[in-house]
């Protein structure tokens, strides 16, 4: 999902929540009949929320390999403290083992 941060917003005493997507600097309310929309959309039998379905599951394992040992976010994250390492002039023999 690009830099777009999510969440969910309940200030006290509210009746609904609310969802906002950040886009930079600008926070966009999400009123809940869109929400809903956008959830039936997926949970109906059709062939565009089979393809909805089936991107997503894509994206997720696209993520879970990512931060796997070897995968793109992993060796980003070895490669940002071997950088910051190299930049305190500290020596670099430890790396990040997997958990």
């Known amino acids: 999902m690009d830099d777009n941060d999510r969440g969910i917003e309940i200030k006290r005493g509210q009746q609904q929540p609310e969802e906002w997507v950040q886009f930079g600097e600008q926070r966009v309310v999400v009123g809940w009949e869109a929400i809903e929309k956008g959830v039936r959309k997926v949970m109906v039998v059709t062939e565009e929320a089979e393809e909805m ?6 994206l997720g394992e696209m993520a879970k390999r990512a931060v ?26 430890m790396h990040l083992t997997s958990v």
């Open 68 to 93: 796997e040992e070897g995968g793109s976010s992993w060796n980003d994250l070895n490669a940002l403290v071997e950088e910051l390492r190299s930049c305190r002039g500290v020596e670099s023999s």
């Open 53 to 58: 379905r089936n991107r997503a599951r894509g």
